[in-house]
């Protein structure tokens, strides 16, 4: 089993920056994708970013050009910098590995909160 830790969250004001961190509890073999999500309250769990194997990237309409997503293969370890945070960013914010065959983990959330 993979447990997933997140750590990075918190309180920011609107136009601030924070940068969440996620890193697998032990190497994992044929990782496919590593990606964030995020929920806010009242809504669906919505893809924030996600970055392949080989470092393509892929991001919400809603955070282009704000988040970058990163990752360290060799630490296992994904990366997520939001700046130019939004109220609308608030959420909690949930990592996800997946690695062939089907194997799909997710973390225990960590909340943002954009207010001021």
């Known amino acids: 089993q993979v447990q997933l830790v997140e750590s990075g969250g918190g309180l920011v004001q609107p136009g601030g920056s924070l940068t969440l961190s996620c890193a697998a509890s032990?190497?994992?073999?044929?990782?496919?994708?590593m990606a964030w999500y995020r929920q806010a309250p009242g809504k669906t769990r919505e893809l924030v970013a996600a970055i392949s194997s080989g470092g393509i990237t892929n991001y919400a309409d809603s955070v282009k050009g704000r988040f970058t997503i990163s990752r360290d293969n060799a630490k296992n370890t994904v990366y997520l910098r939001m700046n130019s945070l939004k109220p609308e960013d608030t959420a909690v914010y949930y990592c996800n590995l997946r690695a062939w065959p089907n194997l799909d983990y997710w973390g225990q959330g960590t909340q943002v909160t954009v207010s001021s």
């Open positions: 032990r190497s994992v073999s044929s990782i496919e994708t």
